[in-house]
């Protein structure tokens, strides 16, 4: 038996590579219990440059967003939602957060395309004309994940329209207040580049007409999480760019197109190309905070690709082009951020003869790769389709299933669990402050993985 001294001096000297292994074994439940077991483990996981490099090799894993009717009988309107995150590597479903309501909200029912995120609202602000623009619309709670980052979620639910960003694996949270009431939508979270706070980025609409035609142009906003102020800062350029190639046109929000953040150099928030931006990569510079444009991979663009941007492990972005209804997938690989250098590193051909459902579909399914080893994942009426690099499928789930009431939302964002307690989350909120349903739900859950 190995003395305590023994003991102590192998938890201090123990190599990252070993440490990341025993981690990765356990829950972030028992990972903050052995804190308490000696004062070795407590320097060792207190240690917040250790647990922020813990978070970085974390493998990312996709968010699904479920929405369940909770109560077959048709007189009682209760709904469940949840946000689950898929581990690719075991094809499990673990828990983020979960809860059950019946609060009536209005929802598009139909809306499961991905071109806009479901809309929240309660009676006192009903927009009647984009009900009848929807046509039939149904009553349900919703919850919409706005951005993934550092293992932490900003969120939105419930009439009550308020706002969070949270820490699924330490289950801390931040209230924020909701930015629709200055009309702004959200297009990014990120860490600032010199202070290490976390920021919003919102951008707010006007129209002006143009040759009898109305044209948006765009202001932009940050919102410091803490302590909760608002600036607009509105389109500031860098004093390299030499033009305008539609910043005031605006990005999609972040529930839609979510930005990615690039910890090196300026800690740039980049956002996947977009029609309104000419199909340029908008680079928003967290240091200045001013935005310039690189140039995306020599592809050929179309307004029904869908591309998504993701990190490598060795932290150069990646960036997924897809298709609708296509069976080619490209994964990106920018190699050279400074020369704007992109290599091709995967092209995936999907085997659809071993997925006969999609080949006799004629409604719209969605491929687009998830991670850097070419996951695919491929979303349909028929479920949620796993694939490999090799185009081969790996695992099928059964989710949209309408008679059952089940369905899962397209998938936006990925988690990477971390134990950092940031000091956004510190001090704790008063016992009074309202709190999120999230984590009630998780504390009676034995199953809860999380």
């Known amino acids: 038996m190995a003395e305590p001294g023994d003991a102590a001096a192998f938890i201090r000297d123990a190599p990252f ?52 009717v909770a109560c077959a009988d ?22 983020v957060f979960r809860f059950t309501d019946n609060e009536d909200y209005f929802i598009d029912e139909y809306d499961l395309e991905g071109r806009d995120a479901p809309p929240i609202m309660d009676d006192y602000v009903v927009d009647y004309e984009r009900m009848k623009h929807y046509g039939d619309a149904i009553l349900k709670p919703h919850v919409t994940v706005h951005a993934s980052l550092d293992g932490y979620l900003l969120v939105s639910f419930s009439s009550r329209r308020r ?25 990014g979270l990120y860490e600032h580049g010199r202070t290490g706070k976390y920021h919003v980025l ?29 600036r607009c800062i509105g389109r500031p350029l860098s004093p390299a760019v030499r033009k305008d190639h539609g910043l005031g046109a605006g990005v999609e ?22 029609q309104s931006q000419g199909y340029h990569l ?79 579909d004629e409604h719209l399914w969605i491929p687009a790769v998830v991670s850097p080893e070419g996951d695919v994942l491929i979303e349909s009426r028929y479920g949620l389709f796993h694939c490999d690099r090799n185009g081969n499928l790996l695992r099928r789930f059964w989710f949209n299933q309408p008679r059952s009431g089940h369905r899962v939302l397209p998938i936006r964002h990925v988690l990477r669990k971390s134990l950092v307690q940031h000091p956004m989350f510190r001090p704790r909120p008063s016992k009074n402050a309202a709190e999120p349903p999230f984590f009630r739900w998780l504390c009676s859950d034995p199953s809860c993985s999380w």
Not at 164 to 183: C, E, K, M, Q
Not at 259 to 268: A, C, E, F, H, L
Request: charged fraction near 20%.
């Open 282 to 360: 908008l680079v928003f510079n967290t240091w200045n905070e001013n935005f310039s444009w690189t140039r995306p991979p020599p592809v050929t663009l179309r307004d029904d690709q869908h591309m998504r941007l993701l990190e490598f492990p060795d932290g150069n972005l990646g960036l997924s082009v897809s298709r609708e209804n296509v069976a080619t997938l490209d994964l990106w690989c920018l190699q050279d951020y400074r020369n704007k250098v992109w290599v091709l590193k995967h092209q995936i051909q999907l085997a659809l003869q071993q997925m006969p459902a999609l080949l006799q």
């Open 163 to 187: 706002w969070y960003i949270i820490n699924p694996a330490t289950r801390h949270w931040v209230s924020l207040f909701d930015p629709t009431t200055f009309g702004l939508d959200v297009i």
């Open 17 to 68: 590579e070993v440490l990341k292994a025993l981690l990765g074994r356990l829950s972030p439940k028992w990972i903050l219990r052995m804190r308490s077991v000696c004062r070795a483990w407590r320097g060792k996981l207190c240690n917040e440059a250790l647990l922020s490099r813990l978070n970085r090799a974390e493998p990312p894993q996709p968010l699904l967003c479920f929405d369940r």
């Open 253 to 274: 929000r972040a529930s839609i197109s979510p930005p990615i953040q690039w910890k090196r150099g300026n800690m740039d928030l980049l956002w996947p190309p977009q």
């Open 202 to 230: 919102c951008l707010s609409r006007s129209y002006t007409t143009v040759r009898d035609q109305e044209a948006p142009t765009c202001s932009y906003h940050v919102i410091e999480v803490r302590p909760g102020q608002r």
């Open 74 to 95: 048709r007189y009682i309107h209760l709904s469940d939602y949840c946000v689950e995150s898929l581990d690719l590597r075991s094809g499990k479903l673990r828990a």
